[in-house]
């Protein structure tokens, strides 16, 4: 099945519709105002990932201290002035995380005990001794109060993420009276509280309050850079263009990030030469969804040549013509452009007379059969042999017929199984907690462009792509 779609194509190629502008086929008119390939467009793949936030959320929660004392507690005291003086032990909830937009909000119920005293002062000079301790919390109730951060994320062009942190009001739910008069010593409390809290915040700021991930986009940009052998299939090679976010947003439990890639990928059958490049700035936003690659295969001649006489070379064709038998044998093939979008195979032959035949012609696709077709086929003829004379015996019976036989070729089982294929690596998990959810729309051939040095087949593949972190290896 292999060796016959090789030689399918090698027919495709060789017997095409001829054209109306002259070509000399043994040289060939390929300056370039002949034929002009069109750019490549861009290709545009657009990822939506969805990460499971809950793994994080617990990752904080262990990360984040249980209990918190007044300095110094049990024995050192805080003192508010010259009249006020406590030492308190606090207690959180597990922290309750919720998110919205760009933005978390870290909060927890926090639970506090503390022991008053009080003295009188009068201009700052002390009048009376400490009272004796009061306490709150003790054989009664903890007090409480509602504590919570709203972290706001945002990622720069430069590739920066920058994290705002708002320390928001703590908001006491009970009063913490003390001492035999009932003094509220509330406020001291949350005045002490939102001390350590704007602490906190400048530590956050200060460690996640810019991160710059060039460096880390830079590692896959490098290695979008490289060249990956497809293994008899040729060497493709990515062509990054852009990196963009297309939107960041949090929605209960799952952080929404939507990823764009524009690229230029081609395929070739020589290695070609890996060139690195810094990354440019991230790019602008687009609406699109899913995925719409363009593919251009970059054919050699040398390796089509090659191809075709190890399908071709020495087939041998016996037929009669009139009372004369004659016999046709392929010696050598060879195929090059030949200018004005066409493509030329000179076939060297011999067996009765020998000589050199030049077939001229241009690949067409049917885009509604999903078929190569050949149309008439022109020939030129080039040989030491003057009786050779008209040479359209060439082509007649036998070798007319097992030509006929190769001039078409669907591609629709072809198209089919490869969507098959292709689902089924689009659609599984790449690492433990990492899968990928993909499903292939349409893939269409657009066009085949003979050019000078190669061969170009162009196609299209579309479909829809999204990636679902649901865990996430970290050391804690």
Request: contains cysteine; proline residues 4%.
């Amino acid at each position: 099945m292999k060796g016959k779609g090789i030689l399918v194509f090698i027919c495709l190629l060789s017997f095409v519709q001829s054209y109306s502008q002259k070509i000399n086929p043994a040289n060939p008119d390929l300056s370039p105002g002949n034929f002009k390939l069109d750019s490549l467009p861009n290709s545009e793949i657009n990822i939506p990932i969805q990460i499971n936030l809950k793994p994080m959320y617990a990752m904080a929660e262990k990360s984040v201290d249980t209990l918190f004392t007044s300095p110094g507690y049990p024995d050192g005291w805080v003192q508010d002035g010259c009249d006020t003086r406590f030492k308190y032990s606090f207690r959180r909830s597990p922290l309750q995380m919720t998110g919205a937009g760009n933005s978390l909000t870290i909060g927890f119920m926090g639970y506090y005990k503390i022991v008053g005293s009080t003295r009188v002062c009068v201009n700052g000079t002390v009048i009376s001794p400490w009272t004796p301790a009061c306490r709150c919390g003790f054989s009664e109730p903890e007090r409480r109060v509602n504590v919570s951060f709203t972290n706001s994320l945002s990622v720069q062009p430069d590739f920066k993420v920058k994290l705002a942190v708002k320390r928001n009001e703590p908001q006491a739910l009970d009063k913490c009276e003390v001492c035999f008069w009932g003094q509220d010593i509330t406020k001291q409390v949350i005045k002490g509280l939102t001390a350590e809290l704007d602490v906190s915040k400048k530590d956050m700021e200060k460690t996640y309050g810019s991160v710059d991930l060039r460096p880390r986009f830079q590692q896959i940009w490098n290695q979008m850079n490289k060249v990956y052998n497809l293994y008899g299939l040729g060497w493709l090679k990515i062509n990054p263009q852009k990196i963009r976010i297309n939107n960041l947003f949090i929605n209960k439990d799952s952080l929404n990030i939507y990823m764009g890639l524009s690229a230029k990928p081609s395929i070739s059958f020589e290695k070609p030469e890996e060139k690195d490049s810094a990354i440019p700035n991230l790019g602008s936003f687009s609406k699109q969804q899913g995925f719409s690659i363009f593919l251009d295969a970059v054919l050699s001649y040398d390796s089509l040549s090659t191809i075709m006489n190890a399908e071709m070379k020495g087939k041998e064709f016996s037929f009669k013509k009139g009372f004369i038998k004659k016999k046709f044998i392929i010696d050598d093939c060879k195929i090059y452009g030949g200018g004005f979008e066409k493509l030329i195979i000179k076939i060297t032959f011999s067996g009765t007379n020998s000589g050199v035949v030049y077939l001229v012609g241009k690949p067409v696709y049917d885009t509604d059969k999903r078929t190569i077709e050949v149309a008439d086929i022109d020939f030129d003829i080039k040989s030491k042999n003057v009786l050779l004379g008209s040479a359209d015996w060439l082509f007649d019976k036998k070798i007319t017929k097992e030509i006929g036989k190769n001039t078409k070729f669907e591609l629709g089982n072809y198209i089919d199984s490869a969507k098959i294929n292709i689902n089924q690596q689009l659609n599984q998990e790449w690492i433990k907690g990492i899968r990928s959810y993909g499903n292939i729309k349409d893939i269409k051939l657009i066009g085949i462009y003979p050019m000078q040095q190669h061969l170009v087949i162009r196609s299209n593949c579309s479909g829809d792509l999204s990636v679902k972190v649901e865990s996430v290896n970290i050391s804690l």
